[in-house]
């Protein structure tokens, strides 16, 4: 298996995403929030897997294609954040109307799988973000990206699942002000923006120095 050079650099631009919260993980409470993590990482690694076969060796193959994948996907990215902060406040009361019937395990990781597998911000960081980090002259491209898929699906786990912990611990604090849950919004927003402004600085470089 190739290790791609820029592991470290990868890791850090994951947490930097995954750490950015939302309202999703505290909506029921501790036991479900875990579920409905493990549902929506496993979704994520299978959205990841179908990206990495298809785009991998496209990618393998054209520079152009590449490039395409940056600007596209960087100004998705930007978009996304920026609608994120615009809907922060409907985000907000769809959390606080979540009604008294709480899901079951199942239910959580079933829907979880399904929002991870069929998340557009994840198609656009798996396409996206995913192939800078890959060292396509080493070859393997496929099997580097799916290396990073997984990876980036143990890191949010881990991290994910801990904050499902704490925010399901917070739940009555968190859902009591609209304030709060809007801030988390907006911060994940803000953390899309950026690495979408990233992407497409990348992607300036790559033009400049050919």
Do not use: H
């Amino acid at each position: 298996m190739v290790i791609p050079s820029r592991l470290i650099e990868y890791i850090i631009a994951a947490m930097i995403i995954i750490l950015a919260p939302g309202p999703s993980a505290i909506a029921w409470g501790r036991k479900v929030a875990v579920f409905t993590v493990a549902g929506n990482v496993t979704g994520a690694f299978f959205l990841s897997s179908l990206v990495a076969f298809g785009l991998g060796p496209i990618l393998s193959r054209s520079d152009l294609a590449y490039s395409a994948v940056q600007w596209g996907g960087g100004g998705y990215l930007v978009y996304l954040g920026i609608n994120a902060i615009k809907a922060r406040k409907i985000a907000a009361a769809d959390m606080k109307s979540q009604g008294s019937v709480v899901p079951t395990f199942w239910r959580s990781a079933r829907d979880g799988f399904w929002v991870g597998a069929l998340n557009p911000k994840g198609l656009v960081f798996y396409a996206a973000v995913l192939p800078q980090f890959v060292d396509i002259e080493r070859g393997n491209v496929t099997g580097q990206l799916l290396f990073l898929g997984a990876l980036f699906s143990i890191l949010a786990f881990i991290s994910d699942g801990t904050w499902g912990l704490l925010a399901g611990t917070a739940r009555a604090w968190l859902a009591s002000d609209e304030k709060r849950l809007e801030l988390l919004r907006v911060i994940g927003g803000c953390v899309m923006i950026i690495l979408g402004l990233l992407v497409i600085a990348s992607a300036l470089r790559d033009l400049i120095n050919t």
